[in-house]
């Protein structure tokens, strides 16, 4: 968990922050039964996760320092122009008044047209795990095609989009970031031609919600950015399988902070999803993507 928040901005001094915030809460909801003995209880419990979790985080930091920051060779010849980018920016800003999570249902079901196999890999019962409970979210997880839990899902793939978008003109920080995160693939049965898949369903939403302005251009453009951004995840998937080929293992073999997540549409749990784990991406700790859940 502490390593995770490497893509959130976060640095040691925000524990203390939340660790005074918490102990605040607890006296406000406790009030005379939070005693010195509680507080001091709960000062040494926070003490000591609040360690493990900055013992991680400076992991990360440390792992990511090392990792690659150059373009992989087979994603140099889907670089986008400057042109490119800039379409890319402006339609993606049409796209986002729609809202992540509506934008997330019409993905997942042009996923599954493409790809019906897909439906299968998120049975109810795997759905239910990923929902939010709030109050205006509805019960009903029986047809999978208004599923509240596949919306949140594959509105982590929308969130995701939105950082890479920004990431465009920072490749030394994008390219890291998506060669980790296509090297947590390994774990969750995808292959290369499941990146194919949602890339296919992706231009189908665009199409869908900017109708018109859906142009030519706009086409090429966004199919330029995501070859470039499924051709590094993809690079990162060769390197970890060659790792573990090799006997060195996997990134984290994806038991410990992502072992409990699907893939190619959000957190499922390990049932060998084909759809991609987008979430970590949609923290990707670029300007303009929004923070999933710690």
Partial sequence: LGARHINYGVNEAHWETLGK???????????ESFTQEV?????????????????GLRGAIAKRAAGPKQIPASALSAVPSEQMKTAVEQSWEQVQTLGTYNVGEILYRHTFMIMPEAIHLFPQEVRLKYREWSPDEGNDESNVYKSPALRKLFSKFVN??????VGLHDSTRL???LTELGARHINYGVNEAH??????AFTLTLREILQESFTQEVEAAWAMAYTFMSSIMIEGLRGAIAKRESGHGSLGDGRGDFGDKASLSGDSTDHGSATSDLAEVSTLGLPGGEAAEA
Wanted: some cysteine; hydrophobic content about 55%; proline content about 2%.
């Fill in 21 to 31: 915030a918490f102990k605040s809460a607890l006296r406000e909801i406790l009030r």
């Fill in 39 to 55: 507080e001091a209880a709960w000062s040494m419990a926070y003490t000591f996760m609040s360690s493990i979790m900055i013992e």
């Fill in 160 to 165: 995701a989009v939105g950082c890479a978008v």
């Fill in 175 to 177: 390219v890291p970031m």
């Fill in 195 to 200: 990146w194919q898949t949602l890339g296919k």
